[in-house]
Structure formats: C-alpha cells, structure tokens
C-alpha cells in the first residue's frame, strides 16, 4: 500500500464492482474521486485480470445491418429492419447485405 494514497479497502471496491455499482457511487462511498477508482480497478485488473473484469455498460445497443455497395465498394449501415433504398456515396442501387452489427447509443 503506498502510504500516499488514500486506502481503499480493494476487497470491499470489489465487491462493489462486482454488483454493478456505478463507478461514481462507489467513488462517492469511498469519499474519493471516480478517476482514482478507475485507476485504482486498472492498477488492480493488470495483476489479475480475472478477479475484475470489464464492465458492459449498461448503454442501449442497436442492431446495424452492414451493406457492401458493388458500385463504390464501400460498406454503409443501416438501421436493423430498414431496407436501404440506395448507397449513400454513389447512390447506386447495386448493393449486397455483409453483415450485422451491435452498436452502443
Ligand atoms: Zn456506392
């Protein structure tokens, strides 16, 4: 422990981590900043990154299908279940479903 810096019990930091808490809650139970907690949780993942895992974050995620246009060749996405009418650089016509992606909003 580096006499330093503020002590905070990693055991229980872990627990809270581990219920999901909100780094900024549990920063505010500790009295000390989120920034500190952040590096505090990374300090602690590199020596064991089992124990402390990376957080999904609760963000709202949609569907994007990627299309690939045969014109241009370049790929656009559009919104899960909304067919695309034309490609957006050249405006062709001529495109073909690659795939799908998550992505957070
Ligand atoms: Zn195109």
Known sequence: MRDNEISVDIEKLH???MSGEKLSVIAYKFQVSEGYIQRLISNERKQ???KWPKRKKKKQ???IDIYSCEECGRAFGVEECEDPKVCPCCESELWEYSHSVKITI
């Open 48 to 50: 064991n990154p089992d």
């Open 15 to 17: 627990q809270l981590f």
């Open 61 to 63: 995620t949609m569907e």
